[in-house]
C-alpha cells in the first residue's frame, strides 16, 4: 500500500504541489491563477482550451490537495511498475479527460434545459452569459416577476461561472485501474474497520457518485460526475491493456 515511489509519480505530485503553492503565494501579489487555469464549461465565457489539462492542477483547499496526492502516492507506483511510464502517463491524463468530459456533458444537458426553459419564458440568456463573464462583479440583476425563471437565469449563471478544479478524475481513474488489475487485494481505509477487497471499491465509488451527481445536496460543491468519468476511463484501460497482454503471452 506503501510502495517505494516511482519517478511519474513523483513528478505528478511535484506538479501538483508547485501549481498549489503557487497560487496561494500569488494571492499576495494580487494574482489569481484560479479563472486562468481552473476548468469553466466550454459554452461558458470564461473558459480556455489549455484548461481541459490545467484544470488537473489546480485545487480547492489542502485537504483537497492532500487527498488526491496521498491516493496518487498509495496507489500509482505500483500501476507505473505494472503499465510502464508511458502507459501510466496515459492512463492518468485519460482519467482526467474523461472526467472533464462527463461533467461537462452533464452540465451541457443540464445547460440546455435551463435554455430552453429561459426562452420558452422570453428571458434574454445573453444577458446571463454576459454577466457570468469572470471580469464582471457582482450579483447578476434579473428581472423577472416569476420564480421559476430567477432560479433557472441564477443555476445557468453558476453553471458558467462556476470552475471544475482538481486531479479527482485522474485519481479516481487510478484506483479503478488498481481494483481492476489487482481485484483481490485487500485494503484498509480510514473510519471502516476492515479491510475491503479492491473488487468492490470501484462499483461503490461509481453507485455513491452516481447517486450524489443526481441528488446534488445544498451546498455540495463535488464534481461527482467527474469521478465516474475517470473511474470508468481507468477501467477500461485496464481492461484493453490486459486483454492485450494477454494475447501477447
Known amino acids: 500500500m506503501f510502495p517505494q515511489i516511482t519517478p511519474v509519480t513523483r513528478n505528478i505530485i511535484i506538479l501538483n504541489v508547485i501549481f498549489f503553492v503557487a497560487t496561494f503565494l500569488l494571492r499576495y501579489a494580487n494574482i489569481d491563477l484560479g479563472p486562468l487555469l481552473a476548468g469553466y464549461f466550454p459554452l461558458s465565457p470564461n473558459f480556455n482550451s489549455w484548461q481541459i489539462i490545467t484544470h488537473m492542477f489546480m ?45 461537462n456533458i452533464w452540465n451541457y444537458y443540464e445547460v440546455s434545459q435551463l435554455t430552453s426553459f429561459l426562452n420558452s419564458k422570453g428571458f434574454d440568456i445573453h444577458e446571463i452569459y454576459k454577466y457570468a463573464d469572470i471580469n464582471y462583479s457582482g450579483e447578476m440583476p434579473i428581472s423577472s416577476n416569476s ?3 430567477r432560479d433557472s437565469a441564477q443555476s445557468l449563471f453558476n453553471i458558467l461561472r462556476t470552475p471544475m478544479v482538481g486531479a479527482s478524475g485522474a485519481i479516481f481513474g487510478i484506483v479503478a485501474a488498481f481494483s481492476t488489475l489487482f481485484p483481490d487485494a485487500k485494503l484498509m481505509f480510514l473510519f ?14 461509481i453507485i455513491a457518485s452516481i447517486a450524489l451527481g443526481f441528488g446534488q445536496l445544498s451546498g455540495d460543491n463535488i464534481a461527482h460526475f467527474a469521478h465516474i468519468g475517470g473511474a470508468l476511463i481507468g477501467y477500461l484501460f485496464v481492461l484493453n491493456f490486459k486483454k492485450n497482454r494477454d494475447r501477447i503471452q
Open 59 to 103: 485545487h480547492g483547499g489542502l485537504m483537497h490537495i492532500v487527498f488526491n496526492m496521498f491516493t496518487l502516492y498509495s496507489f500509482g507506483p505500483v500501476l507505473e511498475q505494472v503499465l510502464g511510464q508511458k502507459k501510466f502517463i496515459i492512463l492518468y491524463f485519460a482519467a482526467g479527460l474523461g472526467g472533464f468530459a462527463l461533467y
Open 147 to 149: 420564480e421559476a425563471v
Open 192 to 205: 471502516i474497520p476492515f479491510p475491503i477487497k479492491a473488487k468492490y471499491l470501484t462499483p461503490i465509488v
